[in-house]
C-alpha cells in the first residue's frame, strides 16, 4: 500500500511544483480576486435588490417573551413533521395502522436528524423497556458468557459517531409510477442522520473472549417481533460497530431502540 500511495503524493507535489514555476502567487491572486467579485457582484447585488424592496414599518414592536421551562418547543411557525405511512402511497393514516413514519428531509437542515423526527420504522410498535430491568446477554462461541446492565455499559468506554439509517424499504414509493407532486419525504423519507454515543462492540467482544472461528454473531432486539438478524463479523464491522445508549446528546428514544440498540456503521437499518 505505501509503494501506491507514495507516487500520488508525489504527483500531487510536482502538480504544485509547477504551479509555483508558473507563479502560483498570481494564480492565487486571480482566483481570490475571481470569488471577491462574484461575491460582491452576483450574491451582493441579490441582497441589496430584496433588502431595498423591504422596509422596517410593519416590524413589530419588542414584546416580552414566554417563560422558561423545561423544554424547549419549535417556534409555531415552523410547521415539520414526520408522515406515517401504511404502505407505499398510503400516507397520514391512523398511528395502529402505521408500519413506519417518514422523516421530513425537505424541511431539515444541516447534517443532523432532530431524535424526535428520525424516521421510524416497527415490526410490533416501539417497546416501553425500563432501563433497570434490560440486559444485554452475550454468549455462544466466548469463553465467558456474560450479562450487562445499561448501568454496566454507561460505565465503559464510550464513543460518539455520526452514522445515518436506512431502512431496506426506503424509495419503495418509486418502485412503481410515482406522483409527480410528491416531496423527498414521500419517496426517500426512511434514512435520518444522528450522533450515537455508547460502547464499542469491539471492547465488548474483548470482555468475553470471543472464539477467534466465529465469524457471525446473531442480534436479537428486545421488542414483542424479537427481530433478530445475523451479522458477518468482519474487521470493518467489528471496528466499527457500537452498542448505543445516546442518541443526539440524549438517550435513545423509544421508537429508536431505547435503551440500547446495536449501531452498525455501513450496513441498512433494522
Known amino acids: 500500500m505505501m509503494r501506491r500511495t507514495t507516487p500520488a503524493r508525489s504527483v500531487k507535489f510536482e502538480e504544485e511544483d509547477e504551479m509555483s514555476d508558473r507563479g502560483v502567487s498570481e494564480v492565487g491572486w486571480n482566483r481570490r480576486k475571481f470569488l471577491a467579485a462574484a461575491s460582491t457582484g ?16 410593519d416590524v413589530p414592536a419588542r414584546e416580552p417573551g414566554a417563560d422558561l421551562g423545561a423544554f424547549s418547543a419549535r417556534s409555531k411557525y415552523v410547521q415539520i413533521g414526520r408522515i406515517p405511512e401504511a404502505g407505499p402511497g398510503h400516507r397520514n393514516v391512523d398511528p395502529a395502522d402505521a408500519i413506519n413514519s417518514k422523516a421530513p428531509l425537505q424541511k431539515l437542515v444541516g447534517g443532523i436528524t432532530p431524535s424526535d423526527l428520525h424516521y421510524e420504522r416497527s415490526h410490533s410498535g416501539a417497546p416501553d423497556l425500563d432501563p433497570s430491568k434490560h440486559r444485554l446477554l452475550v454468549h455462544g462461541m466466548v469463553r465467558k458468557q456474560l450479562v450487562f446492565s445499561v448501568e454496566d455499559l454507561k460505565a465503559m468506554p464510550a464513543v460518539s459517531r455520526i452514522a445515518f439509517l436506512e431502512c431496506t424499504g426506503n424509495g419503495w414509493e418509486n418502485w412503481k409510477k410515482a406522483d409527480g407532486n410528491l416531496t423527498v419525504q414521500n419517496t426517500h423519507g426512511l434514512v435520518s442522520t444522528n450522533e450515537w454515543t455508547g460502547v464499542p462492540l469491539k471492547f465488548i467482544l474483548g470482555l468475553v473472549t470471543k472464539d477467534p472461528a466465529s465469524t457471525w454473531m446473531l442480534a436479537e432486539g428486545g421488542d414483542a417481533a424479537g427481530v433478530a438478524r445475523s451479522v458477518p463479523l468482519t474487521e470493518e464491522i467489528v471496528d466499527e460497530a457500537i452498542v448505543a445508549y445516546g442518541q443526539n446528546g440524549e438517550p435513545i428514544r423509544p421508537a429508536h431502540g431505547f435503551p440500547i440498540r446495536l449501531i452498525l456503521p455501513g450496513m441498512e437499518g433494522n
Open 42 to 57: 452576483v450574491v451582493g447585488s441579490t441582497v441589496a435588490g430584496s433588502a431595498s424592496a423591504e422596509t422596517l414599518a
